[in-house]
């Protein structure tokens, strides 16, 4: 099907267009920008005048909940929240039940995800069996499956010993390590950033300091092995220092935030609000700010959604006993934009396309001549409401709720085809 | 969220923690609680019939046999019915939440809920999920508020001291793990207390404690020094695991409170205690049974507040 976008304002961080320009679209692929290529006959015109054309999202953290979690969300849901918000291509860590450590259960996950026509599942392979800190998975079968990485999820590998062989193990074969930086001791029984406002609620709280030691950990195993890491989550201003710093000495870093961290702190939790019972704990304004500038200055490479549809009932319970997490792929593309504001559209669109992209080493997030037609049309000036009804993901469950978002995804297109329209 | 404790009318619909409660509410509270106070000593009257045909069901997830019966009493003394359940050991043990308990016990019409919870943040659940007529008193949420034991302890610092504005006070052992201590400091700051300090080894305080308003000592015999007020916190015995402690003779040693120690506070120095106390661990029984020692009459005092604190809920509109 032939698709000409007309009288939109494309927007393509990686290759530095912001400009007035319609985009042609064949055989699932980017045909021609500005002029029609000779002979096209579109099929289908997309008016997009007034709205932005982008390449579609990429969310480097987003649970499906499939396998083992269906009662919080499947397949069909979540995959219908990605599109909406404009997200073509996630993610998804291994912490599913079962854990994402055979390659039969991958391969499953990618043939399901597949057989929805939607957004591209890219599974990351658990690091350890069972996320169990001890043994390490088959990761050469689990990316012949289709695994575009290995991590822990939220689990942390206390045992040092075995962080540094599954590190050495990856580097043999150039595979990716994604790790949230946690000492899983550190953080024992915490639910809440060790500051002012867990000790005024009398909440189990988790220091800065678990961030900055197992990253610090991390850094230097990564330095030793020669592995390619990329630090999930990260929520300090020291935690941002460190990577800086590795960054500066040229080590293979890369680096991600979760969109709730971008703009909340420990504040927002209010009187035990626990829908900002997150993982890792919302932190104080200062770590807040920090989380800007390293994103300013490139330390941080891409903003993820950490989509985690919670259940209502596991919500409902007290602060620390409630389920941690928040629904976010509907959220990701109004959040980035807020981050960067209206006079920078391009650097916020290139934290959630191009940079993500890079960290999962795929030729995807731009709308170069040629390239996979995966793209994301949106009304950068329409504001909504963020509330139940208007979220397709099972998850209801955000900090944002009941906030004005700027930012409507119109159009989604997956392989040239339209996957959804709003 | 809102802080759910006033209603529209500025009145109190819960009572939840000590913090953000306004000061013409703790003195409205402990005003009401003297004339319960008076009234029980003229030994005449103790019953009254301010929330007769109202039924108040204490719900404890956390065993406490004293707290509860002081709200039962007080309940008793107020002519309301009075039921008592001890969760802990029944409904959410077969998988119930939280919630769908408190929903099935609106079901029986109660009025007011007394509630104990081993986790922060349990009453304001609570109370964010009731009906609007329905009350809410936190007896203990984790370690963030205990405020009727608080509001006692205002009574019986008034009761000695008559003002707050010219007092030095200090809060002596487990700050990290007590909803005690942060409902005292918060009722103090509001009220006016000018100096209150907190004194604790570091694995016993939380991270900027100081923002709550206070001053921090590691050294008992400095922070004792010239006050006019020692409140001694319970020290839990699961406290000598988990490295946070070494031993209970350790932590008497240096934080226990013995005779010598208070003789650096003021000669009118008053001691309290919220009880259940740990003789020789966090205070000698010299001390405990001493001239000082203002323990009993803060037993005594705190039914009174509760009397006040619950008759003034029932009578919000």
Request: aromatic residues 4%.
């Amino acid at each position: 099907m032939n698709i000409h976008i007309k009288n939109g304002r494309l927007i393509d961080p990686k290759n530095g267009t912001d400009a007035m320009q319609d985009l042609f679209i064949a055989a699932g692929k980017v045909a021609a920008i500005g002029n029609a290529p000779a002979g096209f006959v579109a099929d289908k015109i997309i008016d997009a005048a007034g709205l932005v054309v982008a390449p579609g999202l990429i969310d480097l953290a987003a649970r499906l909940r499939e396998p083992g979690y269906e009662y919080r969300a499947t397949l069909e849901s979540e995959m219908n929240a990605a599109v909406a918000g404009g997200v073509t291509s996630l993610a998804c860590p291994p912490d599913t039940d079962p854990v994402l450590d055979e390659p039969g259960l991958v391969e499953m996950l990618k043939h399901r995800a597949k057989s929805l026509n939607q957004a591209r599942v890219y599974p990351v392979g658990a690091l350890t069996q069972g996320l169990k800190g001890a043994e390490l998975t088959e990761m050469a079968e689990l990316t012949d499956a289709g695994c575009v990485a290995f991590s822990q999820a939220d689990v942390a590998l206390t045992d040092t010993r075995v962080l540094l062989r599954a590190m050495q193990y990856a580097a043999t074969f150039g595979f990716s390590v994604w790790l949230r930086p946690q000492d899983g001791f550190l953080a024992r029984d915490g639910v809440a950033h060790d500051g002012e406002v867990a000790t005024r609620l009398g909440l189990p709280a988790i220091p800065s300091h678990a961030e900055t030691i197992a990253l610090s950990t991390m850094i230097l195993l990564a330095q030793e092995t020669g592995v390619r890491l990329h630090v999930c989550r990260i929520s300090t201003e020291s935690g941002v220092a460190l990577m800086r710093v590795a960054k500066q000495k040229g080590l293979p870093l890369t680096c991600d935030v979760s969109a709730n961290h971008v703009h909340l702190s420990e504040r927002d939790i209010g009187f035990f609000d626990s829908n900002c019972h997150l993982t890792p704990p919302l932190r104080s304004l200062r770590d807040r700010d920090a989380l800007h500038a390293g994103l300013l200055d490139g330390t941080i490479d891409a903003i993820c959604s950490d989509h985690t549809p919670v259940d209502e009932d596991a919500k409902q319970l007290p602060f620390a006993e409630a389920e941690a997490g928040a629904t976010g792929l509907e959220l990701l593309l109004p959040l980035a934009l807020k981050w960067a504001g209206a006079g920078a559209l391009s650097a916020a669109l290139a934290k959630v396309t191009q940079h993500p992209a890079r960290v999962l080493r795929l030729d995807a997030g731009h709308l170069s001549v040629g390239a996979v037609a995966d793209v994301c049309v949106f009304d950068p000036e329409a504001y909504w409401k963020i509330e139940a009804a208007a979220l397709k993901s099972q998850g209801k469950n955000t900090p944002f709720l009941g906030l004005e978002l700027q930012g409507k995804v119109r159009y989604t297109l997956v392989d040239g085809q339209v996957v959804y329209q709003g | 969220m809102n802080n759910p404790q006033l209603n529209k009318n500025g009145e109190l619909q819960h009572l939840l923690t000590t913090e953000g409660l306004p000061a013409r509410i703790v003195r409205d509270i402990l005003d009401r609680a003297a004339t319960f106070v008076n009234m029980a000593e003229g030994g005449e009257i103790k019953k009254v019939p301010l929330m007769q045909g109202k039924s108040v069901f204490n719900i404890f997830f956390e065993n406490s046999t004293r707290t509860r019966t002081t709200f039962e009493i007080a309940a008793k003394r107020l002519s309301a019915d009075v039921v008592n359940l001890n969760i802990g050991s029944s409904s959410t043990s077969k998988g119930e939440t939280l919630l769908d308990t408190v929903d099935n016990l609106c079901a029986m019409h109660a009025d007011m809920f007394v509630v104990r919870h081993a986790q922060s943040g349990a009453a304001h659940l609570i109370a964010n999920h009731v009906a609007p007529h329905v009350h809410v008193v936190n007896a203990g949420d984790g370690r963030h508020a205990h405020p009727t034991q608080a509001l006692l302890d205002m009574y019986t610092v008034r009761h000695y001291k008559k003002e707050f504005h010219n007092l030095r006070v200090a809060i002596v052992g487990d700050v990290l793990h007590s909803r005690v201590a942060r409902s005292q400091i918060h009722a103090m700051t509001t009220l006016g207390v000018p100096e209150v300090r907190v004194i604790a080894p570091k694995t016993l305080l939380p991270a900027d404690v100081g923002k709550l308003g206070v001053q921090v000592y590691h050294d008992m015999a400095q922070g004792l020094r010239d006050v006019d007020v020692v409140m001694m916190l319970r020290l839990q015995n699961e406290r000598m695991t988990g490295a946070l402690l070494p031993s209970a003779q350790e932590y008497f040693k240096y934080y226990g409170l013995t005779q010598e120690k208070l003789a650096l506070a003021k000669s009118d120095a008053i001691v309290m205690h919220p009880g259940p106390m740990n003789r020789g661990v966090e205070i000698d029984s010299s001390v405990a049974d001493g001239s000082h020692s203002v323990i009993l009459p803060q037993v005594t005092f705190g039914i009174a507040v509760r009397m006040a604190v619950m008759s003034m809920l029932a009578g919000a509109k």
